[in-house]
């Protein structure tokens, strides 16, 4: 099956590893065509993903065209901020019936819109067979095949199946979920939170404070996402429990890191300026803060991440605050609470 993938960041280039070891016939779109041509010729992403060994059969082009003609599925993953552009122009390019993947994890700016709704914009005939991929997956494990699960979700079963039998493989097991708006919602929201973890274990915080923040992080993104329409079962799944424990516990994630980096007093503009890859949950954060207050739903270590990032606050005033939050039950809502 000819398969593209657009994007040839570090989540693109373990994609396509996985989807090339699996004997499709793949196309790894990256935007300049000098680095498309260094990653066709060493077969090697240093920049990105060091430790990946591109297949024989992943071709790399920096040609939309080339790359995405006659694919079956095409998996969109570039950072969220780029998805819209990316979409736009791969709709003219897209072969009938084929099935578009949504492998970046964000919310617009601006729109507040999630991934796949971005993409449906730019390409409404994608909209039968969208797919939204997310769960916890670090590139840098999946490149050295270390065992990894993910989810396949969207509306229609057919086109998540055709992701899930793509991509399994002996190291990386695909579930599927038709609940897309909550497995998008969990890959977006949790980097939010590991920037919280990051921002902990900088001030010198134990594993208390961690499984309180991961706890009460993952009750205020089922807060918002069933707001949003989602199951509040899938924030009990891969993409949504199971990313948010790797994102806030590991050395891989740049979103914990930037944490760190925050805590260490650096600002957000010398944070983006020295990574050099994306770190989403800056973005996802100004977004969240906004989805909260259009929908009325209480976010307070949204809210406090969201001063940290954009209000100058200091990192250890915002954890006081969060502790000093009036008193209040675990669970807000049920007849538990209600006959107690
Ligand atoms: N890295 C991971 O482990 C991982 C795992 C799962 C999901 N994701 C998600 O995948 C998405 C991509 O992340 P990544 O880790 O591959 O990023 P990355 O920082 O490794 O690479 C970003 C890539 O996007 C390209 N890019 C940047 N701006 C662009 C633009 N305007 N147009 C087109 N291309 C552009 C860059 O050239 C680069 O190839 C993110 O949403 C991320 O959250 C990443
Ligand atoms: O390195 P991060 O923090 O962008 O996280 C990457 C993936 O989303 C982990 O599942």
Redesign the pocket.
Known sequence: MKIAVIGAGG?GTALATVLGENNHQVSLWARSQAFAAELAATRHNPRYLPDAVLPDGVVCTADLDAAARGAAIVIIATPSHAVRAAAGALAEHLAAGAVVVSAA?GLEIGSLKRMSEVIVEEIPAAAARLVAL??????EEVALRQPTATVAASASREAAEAVQDALMAPYFRVYTNPDIIGVELG?AL??IV?LGAGIGDGLGFGDNAKAALMTRGLAEITRLGVAMGASPLTFAGLAGIG?LI??CT?S??????AGLALAAGKTVGEIEGETG?????IRSTLAAHQLAGRLGVEMPITAEIHRVLYQGADPREAVGRLMGRGRTHEVEEGAEIENW
Do not use: I, Q
Request: glycine content about 12%; aromatic content about 4%; charged content about 25%.
């Open positions: 989540w994890k997310s769960g916890p997956n670090h590139a890959g949790k980097n590991a990313d790797v994102t590991s891989h994630s740049r979103n914990r890191r890859m994306v770190v989403e949950g």
